[in-house]
C-alpha cells in the first residue's frame, strides 16, 4: 500500500460520457498532484493543488476539471474527451510543494474509444 | 528553464552493473530523486540525495551527484531481471515543485 490509492485502476469511456477519476492520500499530505503519462512523451503536470487551493494549471484543456474538496481527496472529472486523452492518469501527493519528494498511486489507466 | 534529461534505454546482463545517467539545469536544486515505475503500476521512491552530498549509498543502490557539472547518476550492483523498469531522474524547483526527466526504459537480460 503506498498510502496514495487511486481508483478506477482501468477506465474505458466514449467521447461523450462523463466520468470521474478518484485520488485519496493517507499521509497527512498538504499538496497533491494530477499527472499524465503518455506512451513515448514525458509525464505531463497537469494540475497542482496546495493547501485545498489549486496553484497550477498547466494549459490543459478544459474537459479535464479538477477538483479538490479536502486534503486528502482529489478528482479529476471528465467528459467529452478525445482519443488522444487515452493515457495513463497519475495522482501524486507530498508535504510542503515536494520537499522529500512525491508518493504516487498507482495511476488509473484511461481508453478513450 | 528548468530541463532533465536521460537517455531513453539501457540494456545489460543480469549480475552487472546498471548506471543510469541524468543532467539538470536548476543549480539551485534542494534535492535530486530517482524513482522507479514497474509496468502498470506509479511511480515508487527509489533514493534521493541533498545537494551538498556527492554519493549517497542504500544496499545495491549507489547514487552520484557532481553539482559542478549537474549530473546525477544512479549505480544498480548485481542487477536482477526484477530491476526492470523505467527510471525517472527528478530535481527539486526553487517551488518544492519537482521537474521529471523523460525516464530511462532499463532492460535486464537474463
Known amino acids: 500500500e503506498t498510502g496514495v490509492t487511486q481508483t478506477p485502476r482501468h477506465l474505458v469511456m466514449g467521447m461523450t460520457n462523463k466520468k470521474s477519476l478518484k485520488c485519496e492520500q493517507h499521509l497527512g499530505h498538504n499538496a497533491m498532484y494530477w499527472y499524465k503519462q503518455s506512451a513515448k512523451k514525458p509525464l505531463e503536470l497537469m494540475f497542482v493543488?496546495?493547501?485545498?487551493?489549486?496553484?497550477e494549471n498547466n494549459s490543459v484543456p478544459s474537459r479535464f476539471s479538477p477538483e479538490c474538496p479536502n486534503s486528502s481527496h482529489l478528482f479529476l472529472h471528465l467528459h467529452t474527451l478525445q482519443p488522444e486523452d487515452s493515457a495513463l492518469y497519475l495522482c501524486?501527493?507530498?508535504?510542503?510543494?515536494?520537499?522529500?519528494?512525491?508518493?504516487f498511486g498507482s495511476g488509473t489507466r484511461l481508453t478513450v474509444v | 528553464g528548468e530541463d532533465v534529461e536521460q537517455s531513453l534505454f539501457l540494456s545489460v546482463r543480469e549480475g552487472d552493473s546498471s548506471v543510469i545517467n541524468c543532467t539538470y539545469t536548476d543549480s539551485s536544486s534542494t534535492y535530486l530523486y530517482w524513482y522507479k515505475q514497474e509496468p502498470g503500476a506509479g511511480l515508487q521512491l527509489l533514493t534521493y540525495?541533498?545537494?551538498?552530498?556527492d554519493m549517497k549509498q542504500d544496499q545495491r543502490l549507489t547514487v552520484l551527484l557532481n553539482k559542478k557539472d549537474k549530473h546525477l547518476s544512479l549505480r544498480i550492483a548485481d542487477t536482477q531481471t526484477g530491476d526492470s523498469a523505467i527510471y525517472f531522474c527528478?530535481?527539486?524547483?526553487?517551488?518544492?515543485?519537482?521537474?521529471f526527466g523523460q525516464g530511462t526504459t532499463l532492460q535486464v537480460k537474463p
Open positions: 540525495i541533498f545537494s551538498n552530498m
Open positions: 501524486a501527493s507530498s508535504q510542503d510543494r515536494g520537499v522529500g519528494g512525491y508518493t
Open positions: 527528478a530535481e527539486s524547483s526553487n517551488t518544492g515543485k519537482l521537474i
Open positions: 493543488y496546495s493547501l485545498e487551493e489549486r496553484v
